[in-house]
């Protein structure tokens, strides 16, 4: 399936609802809110907006968002794809001008970054040499809505639906360094550090495998 043909999931106090572009402009929000100081930040919003909704219609993309049930306010977003090099290759073969005229703003404000914008667009998760894993991509859960399982609960749908569509496991990576509730949210769900690495920038990282017990059948 396609991502928007899975139907959504109702918990308690939000739902779990696949991506769709009428999200993109609230996802952004939450991305610039939950990640000041990052690379993708400093991009700025039309290259979030841009890079969001190409997951939009990929058929290996997982993609889901948090909908608050009373109002159905976006709290949160997860994204990730069960083929990260080919998702990677076809999103920079597909994408690539749209996403140079959406860093161009911080290109111009910064031209040094153009190296690192390059490392960015063919980036996928730095994975183990364990085949066939998904990439968890992002996760970010609107400030205002943390501490309610938001996180939690996108975390699950993601991963559930990473192994219904025959994925033997998955990886995320995470910074090492100040990121400690981040690093603990992943071991209380049951992910494990596989590697740790540093980047060419510097950043410390650790990162993450899951098994799914069905996964790959």
Not at 93 to 106: D, H, N, P, S, T
Not at 153 to 174: F, H, Q, S
Request: proline letters at 6%; aromatic letters at 12%; one cysteine or more.
């Amino acid at each position: 399936l396609a991502m928007g043909d899975e139907p959504a999931v109702i918990m308690n106090e939000f739902l779990i609802m696949p991506l769709k572009r009428e999200y993109l402009k609230p996802v952004v929000e939450i991305h610039l809110e939950a990640f000041p100081g990052f690379f993708l930040t400093f991009l700025g919003p039309c290259f979030l907006k841009t890079f969001y909704g190409s997951f939009i219609g990929e058929k290996t993309a997982v993609a889901w968002v948090a909908q608050n049930a009373a109002d159905g306010k976006v709290l949160g977003a997860v994204f990730g794809t069960t083929s990260p090099k080919g998702f990677f290759k076809r999103l920079v073969r597909r994408k690539w001008a749209a996403f140079g005229g959406a860093a161009l703003g911080a290109l111009v404000k910064k031209p040094s970054i153009a190296r690192r914008l390059f490392r960015a667009l063919f980036y996928r998760g730095d994975p183990p040499s364990r085949p066939g894993l998904a990439l968890l991509s992002s996760i970010a859960v609107s400030p205002g809505a943390r501490g309610k399982g938001v996180g939690k609960a996108l975390l699950d749908r993601w991963t559930a639906e990473a192994e219904k569509r025959g994925c033997p496991g998955a990886y995320l990576t995470t910074d090492a360094d100040g990121n400690d509730a981040v690093n603990e949210f992943y071991i209380r769900s049951g992910w494990t550090v596989e590697a740790a690495f540093v980047t060419p920038e510097g950043r410390r990282m650790n990162r993450y495998v899951v098994s799914f017990p069905c996964g790959g059948r």
